[in-house]
């Protein structure tokens, strides 16, 4: 028996061998095609806020942009903790692009307004025409939408408004944007100033907490809201970085604080959604400033124009900064 089986053997093992070193191969190629799709399908681990923060901090070395420090109690970034978003991630995740067929910026009035109020709204496309260097058109004002307005609360439900915005926002809408006296919550939060959504190209925002509208004040507060929400319709989420208009914000003091202006990092985002030319933006910001009364923004959008120190931007993505 045994030297039958030894015989067997030795006559079957050339073509067996052959045969088995073909499999084994085969098996051993496919293994590795495997392993380097799925490798290269997986995702890679989520960078934290502090990676995100110093990646920021080198890139824009050259700024001397004001870094944001540790927040005080009851901040917004004590509050709620994000992660930050980097120019990369931004230019990844940017679906609302400038193009030819979306070149608008619509306001629409939502719910009663005084004169003054009505006022606001046409300094507001007015801004917005140089801010985001697109066509502004102010539509037809309509009532907020009643199912929105919970009694208990006497306040909207922003979420729910912003659906409805969505239903009627036109096709070559770069954004719609609400405007309201009214005011709105959001969630756990007892009110909010804005709302706005990243996927839907619509937002509202709220100027009832903002004081008098025939003030400066008022104005400053509203254009201020107005360029803070219509940034994250493009895309920009809260900056963690520098002091910037798109910096949470927990309370009207708070937001009194932050500039209107975006930080380098928030204007390159911008500049890459809406592909303006940075110094005729800024020379026709000036200008705007002038007329609205704002003189301390006119003076620093002058400044970052002559380059001058603390406020010039970095020298980015190949093209210089004013």
């Known amino acids: 028996m045994s030297e039958r089986l030894t015989t067997f053997h030795r006559a079957v ?3 067996l061998l052959l045969r088995l070193v073909g499999l084994i191969a085969c098996i051993a190629i496919g293994w590795g095609f495997l392993r380097a799709a799925g490798q290269a399908a997986r995702p890679s681990a989520p960078l934290t806020a502090e990676q995100r923060t110093a990646l920021v901090y080198a890139e824009y070395a050259q700024s001397e942009w004001r870094k944001l420090g540790e927040p005080k109690p009851g901040e917004w970034r004590s509050i709620v903790v994000e992660p930050g978003q980097t120019y990369e991630e931004f230019v990844r995740t940017a679906g609302n692009l400038k193009s030819d067929q979306r070149q608008t910026i619509y306001i629409l009035p939502c719910g009663p307004m005084d004169a003054a109020t009505q006022r606001v709204v046409t300094q507001l496309a007015a801004f917005a025409r140089v801010f985001f260097d697109c066509r502004v058109t102010v539509l037809r004002p309509v009532r907020l939408p009643e199912a929105s307005y919970i009694h208990r609360r006497k306040q909207y439900n922003a979420a729910d408004v912003l659906t409805r915005l969505a239903r009627v926002a036109p096709d070559d809408a770069l954004a719609v944007v609400g405007v309201t006296m009214a005011d709105l919550y959001s969630g756990e939060l007892d009110f909010v100033f804005g709302l706005a959504s990243l996927r839907r190209r619509v937002a509202i925002i709220a100027l009832g907490r903002n004081g008098e509208p025939d003030t400066p004040e008022f104005l400053h507060r509203a254009v201020k809201s107005f360029a803070h929400e219509t940034g994250h319709v493009f895309g920009l989420r809260h900056c963690i970085f520098y002091a910037c208009c798109m910096n949470g914000s927990n309370s009207l003091g708070e937001s009194d604080g ?35 009364g704002f003189t301390l923004d006119a003076r620093l959008v002058r400044e970052r124009l002559a380059g001058a120190p603390g406020v010039r931007a970095a020298t980015t993505r190949g093209v210089e900064e004013p």
Do not use: I, N, S, W
């Not at 209107?260 to 940075?278: G, I, N, Q, S, T």
């Open 13 to 15: 093992r050339p073509g």
């Open 258 to 292: 932050q500039p209107l202006h975006y930080c380098p990092l928030c204007h390159d985002k911008l500049r890459h959604a809406l592909a303006f030319d940075p110094t005729v933006r800024f020379e026709r910001l000036a200008a705007l400033y002038d007329q609205l």
